[in-house]
């Protein structure tokens, strides 16, 4: 992908560059930043990898050594595998890992574990009654799921 002057110019103009990070104004997008270059969307920080160190492997997105999504400081901003930098969010502690009702895709409140739990129903018919699958509700009653309740 190249920029034209007109794109550069813009990505600058958003940019506060500090002693530190250097925060792109850009649009937000998530915790991100946004703007148009090279007539497509793209992240801020995704653009200045490209500015500064040429185009993204293949097989790799650019990641942030200093935890900063907004951040397009050249030195602050690499290129690693998706397991790298899940790796790097775990040894860095930024990985929250989110239990039962506190999980966007959990299906189950924690009440409704232990319903299932304490009932003498089949396990096929309480997959049905919960809208789940039979290996959610087996996993539930032999403890493997939800082990914190």
Not at 11 to 22: H, P, Q, R, S
Not at 46 to 62: D, N, R, T
Not at 85 to 107: C, E, I, Q, T, Y
Request: with cysteine; charged share 25%; glycine share 6%.
């Amino acid at each position: 992908m190249t920029f034209s002057t007109s794109d550069l110019k813009r990505f600058w103009e958003a940019v506060a560059v500090g002693d530190e990070c250097w925060i792109s104004r850009a649009t937000p997008s998530g915790i991100y930043a946004r703007l148009t270059m090279g007539g497509k969307q793209i992240l801020a920080h995704v653009a200045s990898y490209i500015i500064h160190h040429g185009p993204v492997p293949e097989g790799k997105k650019v990641c942030h050594k200093c935890d900063t999504p907004r951040c397009v400081r050249p030195d602050h901003i690499e290129a690693k595998t998706n397991s790298q930098n899940m790796m790097d969010m775990v040894a860095r502690g930024r990985h929250k890992l989110l239990l039962g009702p506190k999980n966007n895709f959990s299906k189950l409140t924690d009440e409704q574990v232990i319903e299932i739990r304490r009932s003498a129903k089949t396990t096929r018919d309480l997959a049905k009654e919960y809208s789940v699958t039979f290996q959610c509700v087996w996993r539930i009653r032999k403890g493997i799921a939800r082990k914190y309740l």
